[in-house]
């Protein structure tokens, strides 16, 4: 069997435009593994490319059917001839093909060993396939916006994929966290550590007393409105990519320090942070598990803009 199964956008559109299609298995270079995937994460940036949006649609426009996703755990199944890191077997995990070449929604990936982390025994794979890109964005948005020991830091959209991950790491470095949710997620938000602050009962400014840091997961005018809750001086992170500029804009002419981001795949935090799933340190939330064929609802899930933490796709065996 050379044969594997992967889902694909076929065209710009609606969640119906993802398909499945078959492929050959890729055969892993030297420097490479070849992984069976258990499950596959689901990210904003997915459905945001499928419906045509933002760079990596715009780079891969020519090139469809193409196959998203950029966050995969399963199992070693073959390695190439200089691996040494890695066996046959171990249970991985990874942020792989970012940005451009995407393709975790597949049975089989081929990725660059170093790319990789071990998965250990305990933490179930659905969990390491939801960490990577949300993670590391959590982490880079925490550097950057130099979150440290007793900062007030207030983080937009705190029960989301991103957010809930960010909550966590900010409260292990010892800064005072806020978070913004709705009613429904109050609790949610308050046991990983924040003060729930529910954005509907009032704008944030009204609600909180002032920040040193926002991480601001919302963008727009949602985030552009959360400025008002930052000291003057303060560090503002900007994450969605579409509105950055505006955010920034703002934050400056309120003279507040501001910056956009785009992640960058790491695997010594990637590595960190699953040290810090298999000690129990940080937990990961999975709202919704789909069967890879079924990858339409978890876009649609996610385009509605309120899911508790990850949407994963079940790819293939488990464990
Ligand atoms: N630049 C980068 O490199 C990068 C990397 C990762 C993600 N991103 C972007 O960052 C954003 C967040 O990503 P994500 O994966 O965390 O998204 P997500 O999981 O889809 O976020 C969903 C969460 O948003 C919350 N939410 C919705 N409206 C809200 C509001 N008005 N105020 C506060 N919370 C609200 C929801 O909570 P309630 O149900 O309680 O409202 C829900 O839990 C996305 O735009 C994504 O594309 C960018």
Not at 125 to 144: E, M, S, V
Not at 175 to 184: D, G, I, Q, Y
Not at 220 to 237: E, F, S, T
Request: aromatic residues 4%.
């Amino acid at each position: 069997m050379n044969a594997c199964q992967q889902l694909a956008i076929t065209q710009f559109g609606q969640p119906s435009v993802l398909a499945m299609q078959t492929a050959e298995i890729p055969v892993p270079s030297d420097s490479q593994v070849l992984v069976r995937v258990a499950y596959a994460g689901v990210n904003p940036i997915d459905a945001k490319t499928r419906a045509g949006l933002g760079w990596a649609a715009q780079q891969n426009k020519d090139n469809l059917p193409w196959v998203p996703g950029y966050d995969i755990a399963g199992k070693v199944v073959k390695v190439g001839a200089n691996v040494q890191e890695l066996a046959v077997g171990e249970r991985v995990a990874g942020f792989v093909g970012f940005p451009l070449a995407g393709g975790g929604y597949s049975e089989y990936v081929a990725v660059e060993a170093d790319a990789l982390s071990r998965v250990a025994k305990g933490v179930p794979l659905a969990n390491a396939a939801a960490l990577p890109l949300a993670g590391q964005t959590a982490w880079q948005a925490l550097d950057k916006g130099q979150a440290d020991e007793n900062d007030r830091v207030l983080i937009l959209a705190g029960a989301g994929g991103v957010g809930h991950i960010a909550i966590q790491l900010a409260v292990a470095r010892r800064a005072n966290v806020m978070a913004s949710c709705s009613a429904a997620n109050m609790a949610f938000v308050s046991g990983l550590g924040a003060t729930a602050v529910d954005y509907h009962q009032a704008p944030l400014a009204e609600q909180i007393e002032p920040v040193d840091v926002l991480i601001d997961l919302m963008g727009g005018d949602i985030g552009i409105a959360a400025l008002d809750c930052v000291k003057a001086g303060g560090r503002v992170v900007t994450i969605p990519t579409i509105t950055a500029d505006a955010v920034c804009e703002q934050a400056q002419l309120q003279g507040l320090e501001a910056e956009g981001m785009l992640v960058s795949p790491s695997v010594e935090q990637n590595n960190a942070m699953m040290a810090m799933l298999e000690a129990g340190q940080l937990q990961l939330h999975i709202a919704a598990q789909y069967p890879l064929s079924d990858g339409a609802k978890a876009h649609s899930d996610i385009e509605a803009g309120h899911t508790r933490g990850k949407i994963v796709l079940a790819v293939g065996s488990s464990e």
